[in-house]
């Protein structure tokens, strides 16, 4: 039946898992780390991409599609980036029964695809700034433990890759992309981040400096990277010789940045956000905000309820609300509810003889079950206020709940207390290696913290605030 068998803080992971699949947002897949993307997940990723696509389009940054098969001599070119990642690099060896001369890549990422042509097509400073960005997926065959969302071999993302004439403007843009980036975190996923510059040793190490917007998931006590905008200052120029002719005909190498953000949000979303009754949807990000259910009542004016029910979504429709209602009649309201609420519908309209009798509707808000009655009157006012009040108590729960779980720490034993009490830390930047080995090694005396935490993330939290706060 309806309801979920783990709970948040009983069961975090497999919590989770329940809540992506009872939610409708995914379906697993035969193939281990791939995951199928439902609509009612796809439709919170188009939200986002409108929103992204029409800024960087006011950015004059241009739309592309670039293959997804990457030869193996391009994609091994550019040595110390390629090197951590070539484990994770899926292959195409075989066309039918017969084996491919030579085996060729899937895209991880789209740099090495990309900057062949990006050589050819700068020549003069007249051909910069060179911007361009695709939506696609890309592939990475992962070991450590799949997650939906969060860490599948097969995810979508947006990738842009810029070039200009001097770093002054490729800093720049690094922190207008960050920006963005924050706006989809707090803005539309009601998610606080914290906005920062990584560490050389956590940097994209193909690049020149990395920015990201972390954010924390406060069960598992782990930071998690929301996206990430790198300057590649002029490495990848050198290797694919991207260069130009200045104004005063002097040869010029360009200077690159590459910034993403992929599904691995919604899995964000989910984790901060949902609760034991299944997904919280921010009103902003979901493709139904209000559900109107009517409950008629043994012969009371069924038509009559229909009908109201009927003008409800009519005249919040019309004011640009994502209204819809569920007539089916091989359900009972109260399973409708819980449907609802399991697909995390911010918003919920019961319509019954009462209400019809009094000329309103009953309201109940999903993230905090609050019920109000409202006059049919001032129905669409008071649906917006209640929407805008939604997303905004969203936002601010999860930020209480990340700031309660920051911990300052100034010596080395306050750090490991801290840690083991699963906060994110916030310490004094300091020398990098140092740290670095310091963490190793408490992290090998204390042991894995928990079932499917990998090391790294595991010291996510760290990291977190081991970058420099922007
Ligand atoms: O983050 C971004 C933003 C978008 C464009 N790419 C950069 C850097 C990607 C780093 N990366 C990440 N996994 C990989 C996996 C296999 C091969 C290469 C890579 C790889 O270069």
Not at 45 to 66: G, H, L, R, T
Not at 133 to 161: A, D, Y
Not at 206 to 233: D, K, M
Not at 259 to 287: C, E, F, N, Q
Request: aromatic fraction near 12%; proline fraction near 4%.
């Amino acid at each position: 039946g309806l309801g979920l068998s783990f709970k948040k803080e009983e069961n975090f992971g497999e919590w989770y898992s329940e809540v992506c699949v009872n939610g409708e947002m995914i379906e697993y897949y035969d193939i281990s780390g791939c995951y199928i993307l439902r609509p009612w997940a796809m439709s919170i990723w188009e939200i986002m991409q409108v929103f992204f696509d029409a800024e960087i389009k006011k950015m004059k940054i241009k739309n592309c599609y670039f293959p997804l098969f990457v030869s193996s001599s391009v994609l091994e070119k550019e040595k110390d980036h390629i090197e951590g990642f070539a484990p994770e690099v899926a292959w195409v060896t075989k066309s039918g029964k017969s084996d491919l001369e030579i085996p060729i890549a899937i895209r991880p990422t789209s740099e090495t695809v990309m900057y062949p042509y990006f050589s050819k097509w700068i020549r003069g400073h007249r051909d910069l700034p060179l911007k361009l960005n695709q939506w696609c997926n890309v592939v990475r065959w992962e070991f450590s433990n799949p997650t939906p969302f969060i860490r599948s071999r097969e995810f979508l993302w947006q990738e842009g890759h810029t070039a200009f004439a001097t770093k002054q403007e490729a800093d720049e843009e690094v922190l207008q992309i960050l920006e963005l980036y924050r706006r989809i975190y707090e803005e539309f996923l009601a998610i606080p981040i914290i906005k920062g510059k990584k560490s050389e040793m956590e940097k994209f190490a193909g690049g020149l400096y990395t920015t990201s917007v972390e954010a924390f998931i406060p069960n598992t006590g782990r930071g998690v990277q929301g996206a990430t905008s790198h300057c590649l200052g002029q490495n990848f120029a050198k290797m694919f010789e991207i260069n130009f002719e200045n104004e005063k005909g002097e040869k010029g190498m360009a200077w690159q940045n590459s910034w993403a953000y992929s599904t691995r949000t919604i899995g964000v979303m989910v984790m901060v956000h949902g609760d034991d009754k299944g997904l919280v949807l921010p009103p902003k990000v979901s493709s139904v905000q209000v559900i109107v259910v009517p409950v008629p009542f043994k012969d009371a004016n069924t038509q009559g309820i229909f009908d109201a029910c009927a003008a409800t979504v009519d005249t919040l429709c019309e004011a640009g609300i994502r209204a819809e209602a569920d007539y089916r009649d091989n359900y009972s309201p109260g399973w409708k509810y819980s449907h609802w609420e399991m697909k995390g519908v911010p918003l919920r309209i019961e319509i019954g003889p009462k209400d019809l009798a009094n000329n309103q509707v009953r309201a109940v808000r999903r993230d905090n079950a609050a019920k109000v009655d409202i006059s049919c009157d001032n129905l669409v006012e008071k649906v917006k206020d209640m929407l805008d009040d939604i997303q905004k108590s969203m936002f601010d729960a999860a930020k209480q709940k990340r700031d309660a779980c920051i911990q300052v720490a100034k010596t080395w034993d306050e750090f490991k207390e801290a840690l083991s009490q699963r906060k994110m830390i916030l310490a004094p930047w300091c020398d990098e290696e140092v740290l670095h080995a310091l963490l190793l090694e408490s992290r090998q005396k204390s042991g894995p913290t928990g079932a499917g935490v990998t090391r790294l993330s595991g010291l996510g939290a760290i990291f977190l605030l081991n970058f420099q706060i922007v």
